[in-house]
């Protein structure tokens, strides 16, 4: 199966102009339930990290250094990437095709933030983001999406 993957680097800096308030929590993957042990498929191993979860049924996956197996910092399943920030970060494939060339998912993670956005305020939002070395390709486009929805429908965007 060929896969594309960037290993997303969360450090969201959603600020307000007058202060420099970060309103994502846990954006550096800092805080969790319990250290990752596996990227096994919807075992749940990314809500461990704290106020984070799959909107979809796809299967991002949390690393993290108090890990010691394939989801651990450096060194983990799709190869060396140490944190931006911290001790952790979030694993997600941008784009994935079967053996025919055929489209199956996108990964999608979602969390809600510390205060609602308010009207006519200037914010910035920032993430970083690495090509993870085990990848084939990359993406030329990735996004966020603030809605007060609670409903996320997938939608394929061509690449």
């Given at each position: 199966m060929?896969?594309f993957?960037?290993h997303?680097i969360?450090l969201?800096?959603?600020?307000?102009?007058?202060g420099q308030?970060?309103?994502?929590?846990?954006?550096?993957?800092?805080?969790?339930?319990?250290?990752?042990?596996?990227?096994?498929?919807?075992?749940?191993q990314?809500e461990?990290?704290?106020?984070?979860?799959r909107?979809?049924?796809?299967?991002?996956?949390?690393?993290?250094?108090?890990?010691?197996?394939i989801?651990?910092?450096?060194?983990n399943f799709?190869g060396?990437?140490?944190?931006y920030?911290?001790?952790?970060?979030?694993?997600?494939?941008m784009?994935?095709?079967d053996?025919?060339?055929?489209?199956?998912?996108?990964?999608?993670?979602?969390?809600?933030?510390?205060?609602p956005?308010?009207?006519?305020?200037?914010?910035?939002?920032?993430?970083y983001?690495s090509?993870?070395?085990?990848?084939?390709h990359?993406?030329?486009?990735?996004?966020?999406?603030?809605?007060?929805?609670?409903?996320f429908?997938?939608t394929?965007?061509?690449?």
């Open positions: 060929n896969r993957l960037l997303i969360f969201f800096l959603a600020q307000n102009i007058f308030q970060n309103l994502v929590p846990n954006g550096s993957f800092e805080e969790y339930t319990e250290c990752p042990t596996s990227n096994e498929l919807n075992n749940g990314f461990r990290a704290v106020g984070w979860f909107p979809t049924q796809s299967t991002p996956d949390f690393i993290h250094r108090c890990s010691n197996g989801v651990s910092v450096p060194s799709m060396y990437q140490e944190p920030h911290g001790n952790g970060y979030a694993n997600v494939f784009a994935e095709w053996d025919e060339g055929e489209y199956v998912a996108f990964e999608y993670i979602r969390t809600t933030l510390k205060v956005l308010k009207p006519c305020v200037k914010y910035r939002f920032s993430m983001v090509l993870a070395n085990r990848s084939t990359g993406v030329g486009m990735i996004g966020a999406l603030f809605t007060e929805e609670n409903d429908t997938q394929e965007t061509a690449l």
